[in-house]
């Protein structure tokens, strides 16, 4: 601990990139650093060099490089090279080690908050799952996985890894029934099935009334239809021959041609950047370039944080998603949602929560009859839709909170280790 003060080492997430993965980062640090925790953040991005563009982290948070080669070049060796010396009782000060080590030495949490973990439809991810979770594991950190998805684990590979992995850190949390049955049956009993933390992300009002007064002389009087692409989903699309360029074109088309105002948001991109990854602005000009018309529709191209772009979402009548965390937007704004994903178990488990999920279909059945379809429902049924979500949502909220306080639990539990090592 600093100064009596908890102290985690957050890894698998960045500020940039998927507002969604920075929305769990940002709402953990909301908790955490509030008083009367009051404790510190290391915060090990996976784009180290993009963070450091932004403003600087808010007080009693610091940014540090956890990309994977980072991770696999530098900290993990470090973290061999120490644990051995400790085997042979040597213990150079934790100020030999330079800032990324001693950041790690002086947590008394390690947290792996990706949005999703060790998944068979995710296998070139699992070896850097393994690497987040490597620091804690050498250095004898309490450790937690905060809520994501995960498994299932039939393919040998990530199942080997994910049980040597998880049997090895203090809590893990499946974000829905889906992901801690698949937990459970990988024989892990330390298991918690809570909420994405991202329920639990603090809005500002300022943050609030900023965007509400920025957008009021374009939505003002529009019924608004938002809608966020994804770059996984359009990959899955493509390898199954599926135009997913085209069936968007068609529905915005569809939805222009009745009256409605159009906005794009990106919920994940890196402006600047032609890359894929982590980047629907790419899918969403290649859209917009097609359609016949460019009327009623407007592309959200600023930078805006997990906040404002919570706002954001809470702005439109109806919202059409495919990336996971606008869809949790939609929910905590009581924005009706209609639902593209990219794999059942992620999307429909955390609408369950709601009772929503049969407003969701896969990315295999992506066509424009289907967008059509699950749009005009969500119309049909708005007033149901947003009761549900004004039922649950409380409850949701209350149970993403445990994330926060399991992870105090255990830094309290750690309070002496941390203070042996250091």
């Not at 994804?230 to 088309?253: E, M, P, S, Y």
């Not at 009623?296 to 990336?323: F, T």
């Not at 009581?334 to 279909?361: H, M, N």
Request: charged share 25%; aromatic share 10%; proline share 5%.
């Amino acid at each position: 601990m600093r100064d009596g003060k908890p102290v985690f080492a957050f890894f698998a997430v960045s500020r940039t990139g998927n507002r969604g993965a920075v929305s769990m980062l940002e709402s953990a640090i909301d908790h955490l650093t509030a008083t009367p925790a009051d404790g510190w953040v290391h915060v090990f991005t996976v784009y180290p060099k993009q963070d450091a563009r932004l403003a600087k982290p808010r007080p009693r948070v610091d940014l540090r490089d956890g990309g994977p080669i980072r991770l696999v070049t530098w900290l993990i060796p470090m973290c061999i090279l120490w644990r051995l010396l400790r085997m042979l009782h040597l213990a150079p000060p934790p100020r030999w080690w330079g800032g990324d080590m001693q950041a790690l030495l002086e947590s008394d949490v390690c947290v792996m908050a990706g949005g999703t973990t060790f998944t068979d439809a995710q296998k070139f991810k699992v070896i850097y799952n393994v690497a987040c979770a490597a620091p804690a594991i050498l250095l004898g950190k309490r450790s937690m996985f905060y809520s994501q998805t995960m498994g299932p684990f039939n393919h040998p590979f990530n199942r080997f890894w994910a049980k040597w992995v998880l049997n090895r850190v203090d809590l893990v949390v499946p974000r829905g029934k889906g992901s801690y049955d698949h937990v459970k049956n990988l024989g892990i009993s330390h298991a918690m099935e809570l909420p994405d933390s991202a329920f639990t992300l603090v809005v500002p009002k300022e943050a609030e009334d900023a965007i509400r007064a920025e957008y009021r002389p374009l939505l003002e009087g529009r019924t608004v239809v938002g809608i966020s692409v994804n770059t996984i989903v359009q990959g899955k699309c493509n390898a199954l021959g599926i135009d997913h360029n085209g069936v968007w074109v068609r529905f915005i088309g569809y939805l222009q041609e009745r009256g409605y105002f159009v906005l794009l948001i990106p919920h994940s991109m890196r402006p600047g950047s032609k890359s894929l990854h982590n980047n629907d602005l790419v899918p969403v000009h290649e859209i917009y370039d097609r359609l016949p018309s460019k009327e009623n529709i407007h592309i959200v191209e600023k930078h805006y944080d997990c906040k404002e772009l919570r706002v954001l979402v809470g702005l439109a009548d109806y919202y059409v998603a495919s990336r996971f965390h606008s869809m949790i937007s939609a929910l905590c704004t009581e924005t009706p949602v209609s639902v593209i994903g990219w794999g059942y178990q992620k999307y429909r488990e955390v609408l369950a929560e709601f009772d929503l999920e049969s407003y969701c279909r896969d990315a295999a059945e992506l066509s424009f009859e289907g967008l059509v379809e699950g749009f005009e429902r969500i119309v049909r049924e708005a007033d149901s839709i947003k009761a549900r979500m004004r039922e649950h949502l409380p409850e949701v909220q209350a149970r993403s909170r445990r994330n926060h306080e399991e992870a105090l639990r255990l830094a309290e539990l750690g309070r002496n280790a941390s203070q042996r090592m250091t």
